[in-house]
């Protein structure tokens, strides 16, 4: 890869800022693009040549972490926030003044 100390540092902002923004629960299937995107890129470079030169079960050994990230970040897209989250109170207060000044 060309300019990894610049991927490192955008990769990195990347995953720290979207990490937190889903831990608060705001804008989370926004930030679990990006991450997926990441964890798509790690996987492809990183353990697909593990794959190819040390074998099929060195490479799922390799892999599970990043799988379950993957996964994981899919799962949040597709879902969204939880009840408490920011997302939701922040919908149910816009909701609610929304509803409040038809009246």
């Given at each position: 890869?060309?300019?990894?100390?610049?991927?490192?540092?955008?990769?990195?902002?990347?995953?720290?800022?979207?990490?937190?923004?889903?831990?608060?629960?705001?804008?989370?299937?926004?930030?679990?693009?990006?991450?997926?995107?990441?964890?798509?890129?790690?996987?492809?470079?990183?353990k697909?040549?593990?794959?190819?030169?040390?074998?099929?079960?060195?490479?799922?050994?390799?892999?599970?972490l990043?799988?379950?990230?993957?996964?994981?970040?899919?799962?949040?897209?597709?879902?969204?926030?939880?009840?408490?989250?920011?997302?939701?109170?922040?919908?149910?207060?816009?909701?609610?003044?929304?509803?409040?000044?038809?009246?």
């Amino acid at each position: 890869m060309q300019y990894p100390e610049l991927i490192s540092l955008i990769v990195g902002t990347f995953e720290l800022g979207c990490g937190l923004l889903i831990l608060l629960g705001l804008l989370t299937r926004v930030d679990a693009i990006p991450l997926i995107v990441i964890m798509v890129v790690a996987i492809t470079t990183t353990k697909v040549p593990v794959l190819l030169e040390d074998g099929f079960w060195e490479a799922v050994h390799a892999v599970r972490l990043d799988y379950a990230m993957l996964l994981g970040s899919i799962f949040l897209l597709v879902v969204g926030a939880g009840a408490w989250s920011l997302d939701a109170i922040l919908s149910r207060k816009y909701r609610g003044s929304q509803v409040h000044t038809a009246r």
